[in-house]
């Protein structure tokens, strides 16, 4: 994946975390738990087009995994 985006853009470290509120940041961004929820079925669902031949790349699949399995309650109900 990376070798893919080196060509549209350059690494940087973005800090990201829960705030005081429960919303996620992601640099200047802010999501409450419902949008990023929906933010990240989006992405399951592989956004618009969707996944070519519906079949999901490994990364999305190993994102699913590992939300399927935090502790993390910010997480909680985001695959019903």
Known sequence: ???LIAGFAE???VQM?????GHFRFGPYEFT???FHELIRYVWQGGYPRWKDGIRP???TAMADQTAKTN???FAGVFP
Do not use: S
């Open 17 to 21: 975390g829960f705030d005081d509120r």
């Open 72 to 74: 993390n309650q910010f």
């Open 11 to 13: 690494k940087k470290i």
């Open 58 to 60: 490994a990364y999305v």
């Open 33 to 35: 738990q419902t949008v």
């Open 1 to 3: 994946m990376q070798d």
